[in-house]
Structure formats: structure tokens, C-alpha cells
């Protein structure tokens, strides 16, 4: 009897365990499991000091942003190029790629795969400290490269329309749907790609007046819309997502057609719920989850 009873005990923990499994695994594709659900306290001081989105979120909308960061750092590799990095460099990349999507439940840029920081601005073959080093940012296939000086100069300014990773992750958004075209279909939707045609055609035909006035400085900060973004169609794009998310007030005031197909298509989900996962504490000796390599006590905990 008492075998039968130890069998029926030994049968109930396996399918208590295969069910975790099964929930655990289900969990991580909807996006919500990522193996460590503590946010260091290192952390949350950096967003706080650094990062302005983060800052005017309520307080379960930052615990929402904090595990997005996680996420961030469990699909995608952040690597010095040139350069030693830090956390604080980890997490402004990171908190670049979780903004512009951070309304969506389930996002994941599926065409990325590594975040080079370069040491300093750098020419069409990333090198540094030579002439035409004024790339600050650059999209090459699944690869992104940033320019660390002009990453934390993106967040110590945070209402002056320009923010580089939030530019280049425009761009994997754009091409979603195969094209870096400026006309993302997958995030605008087709109702939204014809009034943004009309609306860059609008303000295509505003910028060329403009120039015949002055001369046509490709990356100058005058004006609203930074020229730039009249270099390509896809710029356009990534200069006004930057717009959007770092001066939304100025943009919906001047430019109240952008602002709201951008609003559309950025905030349409944000009134999906977010259930916060059990919070468990990290232990010192577990690799920490910033993915430096280092043990959690010789890095985020201390």
C-alpha cells in the first residue's frame, strides 16, 4: 500500500513540475518571463538621473520599464566596439530600444542582434579621431553602432529633439517590414502610411521654401525638424520619432498631424494591461542580469 501511495506522490511532483514548465515556457513567449524579475537599485538610480520617459512614468509603469530593460539585456548583445562600457552605457541603450515600444506588449526588434558603442563619432568604416567623423549613429543589417559621447549627450537633454538610439531604433522599426522606406506598415497600419505621406509631402514642400532662404546644412539643429531629416525618407521617420518622444508638447503644438499619426501608432496599445511578475532577489554569487559577465555582488549590487 505504502509503495502505491509513494508512486501516486513521485507521479503528482512530476506533473507539478511539467506544469511549471509548461507555464514558465508560455510565460517567456508572451514576453513576460525573463529568468531575473529584480531590478538593482543601481539601476533605478540611473534611470531616475538619466532617463526623463522613465522619470514622469507612474510608479507601476517604471516597474513595467524596468523589466523591459531586463528583457532588453536577456535578446540583444550590448558590446564595446572601441571601448570599455558600463551599466550606465548598458542601460541607455536600453532604455533607447524599450521607448519607442514600450506601449507594446510583445515587441521584439527580430532583424537586431548586437549594439556596438563606438568611443567617439566615426567615419563610414567606424573609425574615430580621423576627418569625417560625424556619424553618430549607424543601422548595418542586424548590427547597431552608437556613438558613446552622443548616446549620453541624447539623455542629458531631454527636450532638444535629439536622441541617436532612439533615432537608429527607428529604423529597425521601419524595417519591420523588410524596407528602411520610412513608411513602417507594420506600426503605422495602412490608413496611417497614406496620411503620413501626405504629411511628409507637406512639410517636404515647407522645408524647400525654407532653404531657398538659407543654405542647406544636412544635420543642423535649426529649426523644429532638424535638417536631417530631409536626407531620406527614412530619416524623416527617425528624426520625428526622436521629436515625438523627446518634445511631444512642442511637436503636437507645431506639427499636429505627426504628432497624431505618431500617437496613433506609438500609444494605440498602451491601455493593455501589465501584470507584474513576482519579484524574487537576486543572489550574490548568480551572474548578473546586466550581462557583463561579472558576478552580481562585483557589479549592479554594489
Not at 118 to 140: L, P, Q
Not at 184 to 205: D, H, M, R, S, T
Request: glycine share 4%.
Amino acid at each position: 500500500m505504502s509503495f502505491f501511495i509513494a508512486l501516486l506522490v513521485v507521479f503528482l511532483i512530476f506533473l507539478s513540475v511539467m506544469y511549471f514548465l509548461s507555464i514558465k515556457e508560455s510565460i517567456e513567449k508572451e514576453g513576460i518571463y525573463t529568468g531575473f524579475y529584480h531590478c538593482p537599485e543601481k539601476w533605478r538610480n540611473i534611470l531616475n538621473q538619466k532617463v526623463s520617459f522613465y522619470k514622469n512614468l507612474t510608479e507601476i509603469k517604471k516597474r513595467e520599464f524596468e523589466f523591459k530593460v531586463q528583457k532588453f539585456f536577456k535578446d540583444y548583445r550590448i558590446i564595446g566596439y572601441d571601448t570599455s562600457i558600463d551599466i550606465t552605457d548598458r542601460i541607455l541603450v536600453a532604455a533607447g530600444g524599450v521607448i519607442p515600444v514600450f506601449a507594446f506588449k510583445n515587441w521584439k526588434y527580430s532583424t537586431l542582434e548586437v549594439i556596438y558603442i563606438v568611443s567617439d563619432d566615426f567615419n563610414d568604416d567606424f573609425k574615430t579621431g580621423t576627418e569625417n567623423c560625424e556619424i553618430a549613429g549607424k543601422v548595418t543589417g542586424r548590427y547597431m553602432y552608437l556613438s558613446k559621447p552622443s548616446l549620453h549627450f541624447s539623455f542629458e537633454n531631454p527636450k532638444d529633439r535629439f536622441n541617436i538610439a532612439i533615432h537608429e531604433f527607428a529604423h529597425f522599426i521601419d524595417f519591420e517590414d523588410d524596407e528602411v522606406d520610412g513608411f513602417p506598415n507594420k506600426l503605422l497600419g495602412k490608413n496611417n502610411v497614406v496620411e503620413w505621406y501626405q504629411f511628409l509631402k507637406k512639410i517636404a514642400l515647407e522645408k524647400k521654401r525654407e532653404m531657398q532662404n538659407r543654405n542647406f546644412i544636412p544635420n543642423s539643429k535649426k529649426g523644429e525638424i532638424r535638417d536631417y531629416a530631409f536626407t531620406g525618407l527614412g530619416e524623416f521617420f527617425a528624426v520625428m520619432c526622436e521629436y515625438y518622444f523627446e518634445n511631444p508638447e512642442s511637436m503636437k503644438e507645431k506639427y499636429p498631424e505627426g504628432y497624431r499619426i505618431l500617437h496613433n501608432a506609438f500609444s494605440s496599445k498602451m491601455k493593455l494591461e501589465f501584470t507584474l511578475p513576482n519579484m524574487m532577489n537576486l543572489k550574490k554569487n548568480t551572474k548578473c542580469p546586466c550581462k557583463s559577465g561579472k558576478r552580481y555582488k562585483n557589479c549592479c549590487l554594489t
